[in-house]
């Protein structure tokens, strides 16, 4: 009779291998993050990231966030796996969640600024004493679906739709990377305007993110204007589907809202999940973002 399997040493240390981590929130876009401070790479791999934010079998996510070891002179690094397991260049909301986690005790008020290697470049996040976080984003990056520019402040009235037919609708749509790829969308070619209730995200959201025009794939948002310092989006999100908050996007939102002309350089941006403040900055170039991270729940979890 064959005897069963003994599992190796190796094989037993990878089934009972614990993860701590920490459940946070921006705006209800939610992730899982990691202190990875100790070891280059990532201790969950994207398959295992993919099940981790599972919201029946995992613990629920929109991404799981490493703080990695610092690189070229800065406090620590960030990488991030979206829900799908792909993995984008920076995450709005999870570095403002990251930073606040780093920061040690998620009740720590204005613990001052850090500075983050991502894969976007630097990113700096400042605590606020009210126990926002206001982060600088660095300057934005204007492209068209092949071609990147970057974006020069004189160059801050040019209008930039494009035409793009997607459901049989010819959709005018502003692109702007801040690291991650956004396509912004205020209306119609038919001079209708965006109003987000009546958004199909999950019917349409797939055919914006696929579209061969973005070979990298993209996060898409829908924006209704409700004042020149005030508008409305929601986001179906590259490797994440509807989300209830983006915080490139919103970045990438306001840009796109300055470029077109329907916004001031400061904007508070609502989404569902509740507002975002957003001031692209004339004197620098660079997008701040302000806005919550709170943590909601702790523990450790086998991968
Ligand atoms: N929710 C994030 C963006 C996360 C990355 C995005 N899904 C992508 O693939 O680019 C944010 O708050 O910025």
């Not at 999100?237 to 809202?257: D, F, I, M, Q």
């Amino acid at each position: 009779m064959q005897q069963p399997a003994t599992p190796s040493r190796r094989q037993v240390a990878r089934c009972a291998a614990a993860v701590k981590f920490a459940k946070y929130q921006g705006l209800g876009n939610d992730f899982i993050l990691v202190d990875n401070r100790h070891q280059l790479e990532p201790v969950v791999t994207p398959e295992q990231a993919v099940k981790l934010c599972d919201r029946n079998f995992g613990i629920g996510g929109d991404g799981v966030i490493f703080a990695l070891p610092s690189e070229n002179g800065t406090d620590y690094s960030m990488r991030i796996f979206n829900s799908d397991g792909s993995e984008p260049e920076m995450c709005g909301n999870g570095i403002r969640c990251l930073a606040r986690f780093v920061a040690g005790d998620p009740r720590a008020r204005g613990a001052g600024a850090q500075l983050v290697h991502t894969l976007a470049g630097l990113i700096q996040p400042a605590l606020l004493p009210d126990g926002q976080v206001c982060v600088d984003m660095g300057e934005p990056i204007l492209r068209g679906p092949d071609v990147p520019t970057t974006l020069q402040p004189t160059q801050g009235e040019a209008v930039v739709q494009q035409k793009l037919a997607v459901d049989g609708k010819e959709w005018l749509m502003t692109c702007v990377s801040m690291g991650n790829p956004h396509a912004i969308t205020f209306g119609l070619a038919d001079g209708s305007s965006i109003k987000v209730d009546s958004i199909d995200l999950p019917g349409i959201g797939p055919k914006f993110e696929h579209n061969p025009v973005f070979p990298a794939r993209t996060n898409t948002e829908f924006v209704e204007v409700l004042s020149r310092s005030h508008v409305r989006m929601v986001v179906w999100e590259r490797g994440a589907g509807a989300t209830l908050a983006c915080g490139t996007g919103a970045c990438a939102t306001v840009v796109a809202g300055v470029l077109e002309g329907h916004t001031d350089r400061s904007c508070q941006v609502d989404l569902p999940g509740g507002p975002l403040h957003i001031e692209w900055r004339e004197s620098d170039n660079h997008i701040y973002m302000t806005g919550p991270a709170e943590l909601v729940f702790a523990g450790s979890v086998d991968v």
